[in-house]
């Protein structure tokens, strides 16, 4: 017999530990939680966390927005497709990029 504690406990703690990130942060988590997912090969997590990271643009801000967009949805067709292996250099190039802007670290352009 299986114990749903386990399951809620785990959730519970997940949903307090975001609950004091910043939003920079949350954006990071969803781009290391869709990493994880090209590099299981799980489709549905891969595509939860583009969902999101789509989910969360800002159009404000047009020209970013729509660059980043047309890379979520690449990544995206991609990994329906199961083609892991060509979303997982992008996404990990813009969470290296998030990760350098959150420590102040200066981010290199056109490397």
């Known amino acids: ?11 519970a703690y ?4 975001t609950q004091n ?6 954006l990071v988590q969803l781009y290391d939680f869709a990493i994880a997912g090209c590099v299981a090969k799980d ?3 891969s595509r ?23 890379l979520y949805d690449f990544s995206l067709r991609e990994v329906k497709a199961g083609r892991f292996d060509n979303a997982l250099p992008i996404l ?3 969470r290296e990029t ?3 802007a959150l420590s102040g670290a200066p981010v290199a352009v056109g490397t």
């Open 48 to 70: 939860a966390a583009l969902v999101e990271l789509i989910a969360a643009l800002d159009f404000n801000y047009e020209e970013i927005a729509g660059g980043l967009y047309r």
């Open 21 to 26: 990130l910043s939003p920079t942060q949350i």
């Open 1 to 11: 017999m299986t114990s749903v504690i386990p399951s809620y406990a785990t959730t």
């Open 98 to 100: 998030w990760e350098q």
């Open 14 to 17: 997940a949903a307090a530990q």
């Open 92 to 94: 990990r190039g813009l």
């Open 43 to 45: 489709e549905r997590k």
